[in-house]
């Protein structure tokens, strides 16, 4: 499955989570501390809006158009405070999901998937902000889902996101001002059983579990301590401790 694919494939697991959603459930606790399911659908709206702008060459001006926040302490605290200042009623959060991320599907749909765009940390491919996009829907998924029940079944979309924590390792160290000593490879097991490896055969730093935790781990919903995973070689400790997904 391309990440295209994938993305649209997570949209509508998200949906089916919360269409049927009434005012009530959509102002449902989150995972997310302090947010409704309904903030966590507006935080989601304005990242794929803005995930839009990087990709029709516009970031820029949609910038300029959140205007100015004060200082803020990192990226977690400018999307608090633009979900703060932007918060609508639930079901219209719930009406700006659906519409952002049917066009952010378009603009990814139509643009060249190799091209260099902007985003937060600075320029990647397309083809990697759609893979962050698909991740962050994931976690985000998940965030909505334990306000009703257990969250989705794993699916294989997950080997996206394995394999963007896997390549930003390096960009995760160096925000921690750390710098890896070697290679790193990833040996999971995919939710149906499959194997996937990402990395040589050589690669001195090793993990080893299954793709859900690492995807888990990654993105800040468990501590690695607190799941399967394992790690051995001279970066074990920062990978599994710095390993993340977003920026």
Same mark, same amino acid.
């Given at each position: 499955?391309?990440?295209?694919?994938?993305?649209?494939?997570?949209?509508?697991?998200?949906?089916?989570?919360?269409?049927?959603?009434?005012?009530?459930?959509?102002? @449902? *606790? !989150?995972?997310? +501390?302090?947010?409704? %399911? $309904? &903030? =966590?659908?507006?935080?989601? /709206?304005?990242?794929? #809006?803005?995930?839009?702008?990087?990709?029709?060459?516009?970031?820029?001006?949609? @910038? *300029? !158009?959140?205007? +100015?926040?004060?200082? %803020? $302490? &990192? =990226?977690?605290?400018?999307? /608090?405070?633009?979900? #703060?200042?932007?918060?609508?009623?639930?079901?219209?959060?719930?009406?700006?999901?659906? *519409?952002?991320?049917?066009?952010?599907?378009?603009?990814?749909?139509?643009?060249?998937?190799? /091209?260099?765009?902007?985003?937060?940390?600075?320029?990647?491919?397309?083809?990697?902000?759609?893979?962050?996009?698909?991740?962050?829907?994931?976690?985000?998924?998940?965030?909505?889902?334990?306000?009703?029940?257990?969250?989705?079944?794993?699916?294989?979309?997950?080997?996206?996101?394995?394999?963007?924590?896997?390549?930003?390792?390096?960009?995760?160290?160096?925000?921690?001002?750390?710098?890896?000593?070697?290679?790193?490879?990833?040996?999971?097991?995919?939710?149906?059983?499959?194997?996937?490896?990402?990395?040589?055969?050589?690669?001195?730093?090793?993990?080893?579990?299954?793709?859900?935790?690492?995807?888990?781990?990654?993105?800040?919903?468990?501590?690695?301590?607190?799941?399967?995973?394992?790690?051995?070689?001279?970066?074990?400790?920062?990978?599994?401790?710095?390993?993340?997904?977003?920026?």
């Amino acid at each position: 499955m391309d990440p295209l694919d994938a993305l649209r494939a997570q949209d509508e697991e998200l949906a089916a989570l919360v269409d049927p959603l009434d005012g009530a459930g959509l102002l @449902a *606790a !989150s995972r997310c +501390d302090g947010w409704t %399911v $309904a &903030d =966590v659908l507006l935080h989601l /709206a304005q990242t794929d #809006e803005m995930a839009v702008a990087s990709v029709e060459g516009r970031l820029d001006a949609y @910038a *300029a !158009s959140v205007g +100015d926040l004060g200082p %803020v $302490a &990192d =990226v977690d605290d400018l999307a /608090a405070r633009l979900v #703060e200042r932007e918060r609508t009623g639930p079901e219209e959060a719930r009406e700006r999901w659906q *519409a952002a991320a049917e066009a952010q599907r378009a603009a990814f749909a139509s643009a060249d998937l190799d /091209a260099r765009v902007t985003w937060v940390a600075g320029e990647l491919a397309a083809r990697t902000l759609a893979t962050t996009r698909l991740t962050e829907t994931w976690i985000h998924t998940g965030d909505i889902a334990v306000a009703f029940g257990p969250p989705p079944a794993p699916t294989d979309r997950l080997w996206h996101t394995a394999r963007l924590a896997w390549r930003t390792l390096p960009y995760a160290h160096a925000r921690a001002g750390r710098e890896l000593q070697g290679a790193v490879a990833f040996d999971l097991v995919g939710p149906d059983g499959g194997r996937w490896r990402f990395g040589d055969d050589d690669a001195p730093t090793v993990v080893v579990g299954s793709a859900l935790d690492l995807c888990t781990v990654a993105g800040q919903r468990a501590r690695a301590g607190d799941t399967g995973l394992r790690a051995s070689g001279p970066d074990a400790t920062s990978v599994l401790e710095l390993v993340r997904t977003f920026a």
